[in-house]
């Protein structure tokens, strides 16, 4: 079996509601997320999706996407598409670093392989059912009454995990969220602080020595070498996010100590065989993980909650879906979905979400 | 002073002899990127960046779209003082370091065309007259590498990088550092460089056998800790190049030992304000540096030689004379080798002249 097509539409994802991150960074409202669409000699074709969250969050954007598919292509057409690590191989040769050009393409490839076996990605993947991952919400930043409002409307959509947005300039105000929000949180809610980078070391020591919460609090600060300074120094377990790119950076944060669990992003690490082999690895270290995509429709969701259900119960935590948070569904009602807070991924072959033509208008590149 | 438009230009760099490298890595024709800044007050700056493909995290066909979603952020911004400027960037576009580079210099040639005064001045003051340049020699034949080595030496070069591993047969690259080493006579630095494409044992058996010989190895595997495993396996002086880039990974480098010297390059760091940050760092941690950029033209060989000619003489290992190896020439005027050495120019700013003919019509512009 050969790739001989890739297939690129770009579609505008608006936002619900807009979205700040913490330190100040911009607002943004809208998602530009690229579909893509490898298809073979044998008539068989596998849909990916790589959608960054905006382009101020980390080193990706979706022009960036675009661009480097095109530098990528002609390697890969005529390569096969069922020989994952291959793929990878050839990708890596051809174009170093940009793992999040990288995630839709192998995205892609494990949809045709799965479709090839006859197999869903989860049991590609190593599950032994269509297990329910938990689903958590991601709470805006603001005064501790308006972010427990906001677990408030979570929870009654059947949200049980939350991810709390903190790390303001003010430390005195997220000391005060975190006591707030971990005392006044729904009877067996879990919360994780997301501080998304946003202290120094010192303040991240400061505030968790502060607070009498134990929650977990995820990405304190820059730098891994911070994080794990921080991660020695405070008694809550940390999660670490953006300052992990490569499965090297795993080995080292485990090495140095600095988390007792990871968010597993496809496109922060360059597809679903990046994140798999960290998700074996975080497991056979014992870190608890949240598997999610950086963002994008129903489609890339799926694909991160099919990784998520393959993960023994003890590592796993819970998984945000992008797709609840768009005014647009390009994938309508397909793939995992937030049911009463669980979402089930498919069992049809491969990933199990179909695009529809019609929703994605037409292509902007198409190389063979 | 406002930046009020921002053009892209795409042209061809042919190199004069191809160039291998190991794991099939070549840079036999790149495509380099210049970028200009105008201004409302009618002084422009100038700025470029060459990525060789498949080699570090960057590519050609990234800076368009790169530079395009920065251009709101430079548009209408005040060039003067590029480290606020570039802060901005960061915060609008993390990573993309390479890209950024190209306004990086930028911003600095108008920085200086606004003081009036050549870069040299604005990053640290005059400290060297000029530089030695080294040589690189591609892979090929052992043989045909000391002669090439030869040739460099008889117009003054007195450094040499020998490349190593392009058809990985280890026996071979012993031979290449034997027979440069041989050819060029005692005293002359020679250093091997794999740029990551070697295994640990690998490298490790080649320094092995050379061990006896006044020779310096570079970057032979991907990670720092391999790096520092051959350097302590094989004895030999080592440099850091790939896994070199941010001031995090040269306290590793240091902090692992195996960082004797290092490269620090326009387009892996993000441009002079963050190289400037990491040449301070290495002053004080005693690694020597060269000073140059992974490709490219006229315009990034002239920034890092006057980040060069800034740098305390105990700091300065060496610099490239980019311009020397490809063609066309992007600014006639600027510097080029004389008896082994180069000097930046004196002018403000860069400090030299584009030749707008030589780029043709703008790939974008943004205003």
């Known amino acids: ?368 | 002073m406002k930046i009020k438009r921002i053009s892209l230009w795409s042209a061809p760099l042919t190199s004069h002899e191809t160039y291998y490298m190991a794991s099939g890595k070549t840079c036999d024709v790149t495509i380099t990127t210049v970028i200009r800044l105008d201004t409302d007050t009618g002084l422009s700056g100038w700025g470029e960046v060459c990525p060789i493909p498949h080699y570090l995290e960057a590519y050609a066909g990234g800076v368009a779209p790169a530079v395009e979603e920065l251009a709101p952020v430079l548009l209408g911004a005040d060039p003067v003082g590029p480290e606020a400027v570039m802060e901005r960037l960061h915060a609008h576009l993390p990573g993309h370091r390479y890209a950024k580079s190209a306004i990086d210099t930028a911003l600095w040639d108008l920085t200086g065309k606004a003081a009036d005064l050549p870069l040299y001045a604005l990053l640290g003051g005059r400290q060297v007259a000029d530089m030695p340049l080294y040589h690189s020699i591609t892979c090929v034949a052992p043989d045909e590498m000391a002669r090439m080595a030869r040739e460099a030496q008889a117009q003054g070069m007195t450094q040499f990088q020998v490349k190593l591993g392009a058809e990985g047969d280890w026996q071979a690259d012993v031979a290449r550092l034997v027979q440069v080493r041989e050819a060029v006579g005692d005293g002359p630095l020679v250093y091997g460089d794999w740029n990551c494409g070697s295994d640990a044992l690998t490298a490790t058996r080649v320094g092995r056998a050379v061990a006896h010989l006044d020779v310096m190895l570079e970057q032979p595997c991907r990670t720092i800790e391999e790096c520092a495993h051959v350097r302590a396996a094989s004895g030999l002086a080592m440099k850091l190049d790939e896994s070199a880039h941010d001031i995090n990974s040269l306290l590793a480098g240091h902090a692992q030992g195996c960082m004797d010297a290092a490269a620090l390059k326009l387009s892996k760091m993000g441009g002079l304000s963050a190289m400037r940050v990491c040449r301070d760092l290495c002053l004080t941690l005693g690694t020597q540096m060269c000073i140059e950029d992974t490709w490219g033209s006229d315009i990034t060989m002239t920034a890092g030689l006057h980040l060069a000619a800034s740098t305390p003489r105990r700091g300065v290992m060496n610099t490239c004379d980019l311009s020397h190896y490809v063609g066309p020439r992007l600014a006639p005027d600027a510097p080029t080798r004389r008896t082994g050495r180069i000097a930046p120019p004196e002018g403000a700013g860069l400090g030299i002249t584009v030749d707008e003919a030589v780029l043709g019509a703008p790939i974008a512009v943004f205003d």
């Open chain 1, 1 to 368: 079996m050969k790739i001989t097509r890739i297939t690129l539409w770009q579609l505008d994802l608006p936002l619900s509601e807009p979205y700040w991150l913490s330190g100040g960074r911009l607002k943004f409202e809208r998602l530009d997320s690229t579909f893509v669409r490898i298809d073979t000699d044998e008539g068989v074709s596998g849909w990916g999706e790589g959608c960054p969250w905006g382009h101020t969050y980390l080193p990706a954007h979706g022009p960036g996407i675009r661009a480097g598919i095109e530098t990528l292509a002609p390697a890969l057409i005529g390569q096969d598409p069922r020989s994952l690590d291959h793929i990878n191989r050839v990708m890596d040769v051809a174009l170093p670093g940009h793992p999040y050009v990288k995630s839709p393409v192998d995205m892609a490839c494990w949809d045709i392989l799965g479709k090839v076996a006859g197999l869903p990605v989860w049991q590609l993947m190593g599950g032994g059912s269509a297990t329910p991952v938990a689903v958590n919400s991601s709470i805006s930043t603001g005064t501790p009454e308006e972010m427990l409002a906001l677990i408030g409307q979570a929870a009654a959509k059947g949200y049980t995990v939350h991810s709390a947005k903190v790390g303001g300039t003010d430390i005195a105000l997220d000391i005060e969220r975190i006591e707030a929000i971990s005392t006044g949180l729904p009877k067996g809610h879990k919360v994780t602080f997301d501080v998304n980078r946003a202290w120094q070391p010192a303040t991240a020591i400061e505030v968790l020595n502060s607070v009498s919460a134990r929650d977990w609090v995820e990405q304190p600060c820059e730098t891994l070498e911070q994080c794990a300074h921080v991660a020695g120094r405070v008694q809550n377990p940390i999660m670490l996010d953006e300052c992990l790119h490569g499965v090297q950076d795993h080995l080292e944060a485990w090495k140095r100590g600095a988390c007792e669990g990871v968010k597993v992003k496809p496109n922060r690490v360059g597809g679903l065989t990046r994140a798999r082999q960290i998700r074996d690895f975080g497991v056979s270290v014992g870190w608890q993980m949240h598997i999610e995509d950086v963002g994008g429709s129903a489609l890339a969701d799926t694909a991160a909650i099919h990784l998520a259900a393959s993960t023994p119960d003890a590592n796993r935590l819970a998984s945000w879906l992008c797709h609840y948070h768009l005014d647009v569904d390009p994938v309508p009602g397909q793939g995992a979905r937030n049911i009463d807070g669980f979402a089930i991924p498919p069992t049809a072959p491969g990933l199990g979400v179909v695009p529809n033509l019609e929703h994605l208008g037409d292509p902007v590149a198409s190389y063979d």
